[in-house]
């Protein structure tokens, strides 16, 4: 439909194609986004960026978004090669040193915490904080980042990436404040289904995350390709009074108490 023709941004975080990172891509390019692809060093060594990047015909810059060096020269660069201002961003970057040693999170290793809630919530006020002293978005311009519900409840296995995404979503609250007031540009947090991407199938137990909230939500649980669409929807401007939320796009699993299929389970009554 061309929602995004002429529109200009940065995505950060297309690993491979299970990320919803690369989904968005393919979307954003489909409606006629013109971006930047980006992520860490390691990152993309680990990934497969640049066949992303040839598709879409992008171009990558490595940058760590943790350091405000790395993501000044990213946006300097960007708005380079783009001709101008930015339209959109998305922030897909997420990271546990302790999920990934299995640590419990009673015992969390507390170096590790620092790193993860560094890469994964920190990372998004340092992006933000850039794109504001640049001046570097258009008015109108819309940026995300995706979330996860276990920040608003219990997630046993989700450990401090719990706690990474309460953060987040509190920089898009606050952080929009000032975005919408001064600049005329939108802050939202995307909290998608569970999604089994590289960082996603790192999580203890994450199948059951997936197999419960698939028979708990109405519609069951929505795919990278569908919140890719979404994400491109909040980009667009159909969209242009939305900010400062947490949006769930999960199939109604965020209000859905208990399903038929769960009760079902538990119902020994003949």
């Not at 061309?2 to 390019?29: C, M, P, R, T, Y």
């Not at 000032?178 to 590289?198: A, C, D, H, I, L």
Request: charged share 20%.
């Amino acid at each position: 439909m061309g929602i995004l023709s002429g529109k200009k941004g940065i995505i950060f975080g297309a690993l491979n194609d299970q990320s919803i990172a690369w989904k968005v891509a393919e979307v954003a390019h489909a409606e006629g986004a013109e971006f930047v692809l980006t992520n860490a060093p390691i990152a993309m060594r680990m990934g497969e960026i640049n066949g992303l990047a040839e598709a879409t015909g992008s171009q990558v810059i490595s940058a760590d978004a943790t350091s405000m060096e790395d993501l000044d020269e990213l946006f300097s660069k960007s708005m380079e090669i783009l001709g101008g201002k930015l339209d959109l961003v998305l922030h897909s970057i997420g990271m546990s040193v302790n999920v990934r040693k299995k640590v419990p999170y009673p015992e969390l290793n507390y170096e590790w915490l620092e790193k993860g809630w560094d890469v994964s919530a920190v990372s998004f006020h340092k992006v933000l904080q850039t794109a504001w002293k640049k001046d570097a978005m258009n008015e109108w311009g819309s940026i995300l980042a995706l979330s996860y519900i276990a920040a608003q409840r219990v997630f046993p296995g989700y450990n401090d990436m719990s706690d990474n995404k309460s953060y987040l979503e509190s920089i898009a609250r606050n952080f929009g404040y000032y975005f919408g007031k001064e600049k005329n540009v939108r802050v939202n947090t995307v909290s998608q289904s569970p999604t089994m991407t590289t960082a996603g199938s790192g999580v203890k137990g994450f199948g059951g995350f997936l197999g419960y909230a698939d028979v708990t939500s109405p519609l069951g649980n929505a795919s990278a390709e569908d919140c890719a669409k979404y994400c491109v929807s909040l980009f667009s401007d159909f969209t242009k009074m939305v900010t400062m939320q947490n949006l769930f796009h999960d199939g109604g699993f965020s209000s859905t108490g208990i399903s038929k299929e769960v009760m079902d389970i538990f119902d020994k009554e003949e």
